[in-house]
């Protein structure tokens, strides 16, 4: 009897094992880009599709060793990444339309090089390679990636680390266009780049290794399944969404706290004025700033009588007040979570402020380009944000900012009203991107598309139908006129010869 109940129990495993197998999907991700930052909420989406039993391929740009959320479902493949490249960026002085242009011939480099990798190459051309989705970073200049949809001939997804962008609601066909939304500083002055500049980029790209398919503006249109974008509608302006769009803002911030060290954990707890929490992400770095701007950050901050926890990466300088810590890394979650936690002082980065939302931190915000101005201008219309101009910043403004901050409490309870706000969802952000994935591999996508995805824009516009109703109104009108001017006209002809008659 006991032996019959362990072969039922291990072919009752073996059963679940192999429905499990043949369930799972092979999900291609490319993700070239060596910003952190990037990966992190992408990687959300894909370590919940790893636990689900889906096999992922993951292409990434981080340096080796860098590893997110690695599961036994996960095989990741390298691309070489340009961090000086990142570094130029941030720190060379560009008007909005040049760094617009800079990230789109920064993208095209990126795809051209991904493609050209031999690591990469070998993966897609294996004898009889199949997958059954491909997720891409599209719409951060790298459209040609849908391209690999249509060589697997399977439904692309694209996975958005920020929020709704003009060219994903384009795409997406979300009736609400980010002009009216204003998501990013540079959509205005990057919509004709975008267009004229970058399209073609991608479209040479997608003709050098897919001959042949379709112009990357139709496959986008086409096989482009579902967008995933990193929002949530506490930190943005409320718009209509198309089924085929997904928010998952906060999927990075886990649900359950770890320890932080011992020596942190020691440095909060005893902080009894509070503390100071400094981080400008994973890209930006305090030690490429002029000096005068880093003066005047490090002079503010040790006047301060709250502590200070600082990220900074690499030599520590020299002389630094007694009140301020350097850390290379922190567990930021974790760390905001404290509640000695007074203030965090931030570039805008779009998971920061979502960290600081859901822990209910005020904000010292000092954007630097892209949504960071958005986020951060947001953040103050909402009430919970101080925000800083780096451009005009000065030891004055620093102070300034930092005592309104720590000491006007309007804006820790803004913060805390919308962290109430921000953690009541109906479904985590993970569950919603897993189950949004999965009905795509099941049922496909044609029937969440609307149909103004594939519009022209005189129908998207209703210039038809304007130009309908106009014909409908001014038509009758014209016969009109032209029926009264026809009778003055007779008129006046008849009366002609009997005034010529009177005359004789």
């Not at 979300?174 to 205005?188: G, I, K």
């Not at 409320?238 to 706290?257: D, F, L, S, T, Y």
């Not at 011992?262 to 400008?280: P, T």
């Amino acid at each position: 009897m006991t032996a019959t109940i362990k072969v039922i129990a291990i072919l009752a495993v073996l059963t679940a094992v192999l429905l499990g197998a043949a369930d799972s999907a092979r999900i291609l991700v490319v993700v070239p880009i060596m910003a952190r930052s990037h990966h992190i909420a992408i990687s959300g989406v894909t370590k919940a599709l790893a636990e689900k039993g889906h096999h992922i391929t993951y292409v990434s740009g981080l340096a080796k060793g860098n590893k997110i959320n690695p599961t036994h479902n996960h095989k990741l493949i390298h691309v070489a990444g340009s961090e000086a490249e990142l570094k130029r960026f941030w720190t060379n002085k560009r008007g909005t339309l040049d760094k617009v242009t800079f990230l789109m011939e920064w993208g095209a480099r990126m795809c051209n090089e991904t493609m050209s990798n031999p690591d990469v190459q070998a993966e897609l051309n294996k004898p009889g390679q199949k997958y059954d989705l491909v997720i891409a970073e599209l719409f951060f200049f790298q459209e040609a990636f849908v391209g690999l949809g249509h060589q697997f001939n399977v439904p692309v997804v694209a996975v958005n680390p920020f929020g709704a962008s003009q060219f994903i609601n384009e795409h997406a066909g979300n009736p609400l266009r980010a002009c009216a939304s204003s998501r990013f500083s540079f959509h205005v002055a990057s919509d004709m780049s975008y267009t004229f500049i970058n399209l073609p980029k991608q479209q040479e790209i997608v003709d050098r290794y897919w001959p042949g398919a379709p112009p990357v503006d139709d496959m986008l249109r086409s096989n482009l399944a579902l967008t995933v974008i990193n929002n949530h509608f506490t930190l943005v302006y409320p718009m209509p969404m198309a089924p085929n769009v997904v928010e998952i803002g906060g999927i990075h911030i886990p649900q359950k706290r770890n320890p932080l060290p011992k020596d942190l954990q020691e440095f909060l707890d005893s902080a009894k004025e509070g503390v100071l929490y400094f981080s400008l992400g994973s890209n930006l770095k305090v030690q490429y700033m002029p000096e005068d701007k880093k003066d005047a950050i490090l002079g503010g901050l040790g006047a301060l009588k709250e502590r200070v926890l600082l990220k900074w990466d690499g030599e520590v300088p020299k002389g630094l007040p007694p009140n301020i810590r350097t850390i290379e890394w922190a567990p930021q979650s974790d760390l905001l979570a404290h509640p000695n936690i007074r203030a965090f002082w931030t570039h805008g980065g779009l998971l920061s402020t979502q960290e600081s939302v859901y822990f209910g931190v005020p904000l010292l915000g000092m954007p630097m380009f892209g949504d960071q101005q958005f986020n951060m201008m947001l953040a103050e219309r909402k009430g919970f944000c101080v925000k800083l101009d780096f451009e005009t910043m000065t030891r004055a403004s620093v102070d300034a900012a930092l005592d309104e901050i720590l000491h006007n409490p309007k804006y820790k309870k803004a913060a805390s009203k919308l962290s109430g706000i921000f953690r009541s969802k109906a479904v985590q952000p993970a569950e919603a991107a897993v189950f949004s994935i999965e009905h795509v591999l099941e049922h496909g996508a044609d029937h969440l598309k609307p149909s103004n995805v594939f519009m022209p824009l005189y129908q998207l516009l209703l210039l038809d139908v304007i130009l309908a109703g106009a014909a409908v109104v001014l038509l009758p009108l014209l016969l009109l006129w032209a029926c009264c001017r026809a009778l003055c006209g007779g008129k006046k002809a008849a009366s002609s010869p009997s005034k010529r008659k009177k005359n004789n």
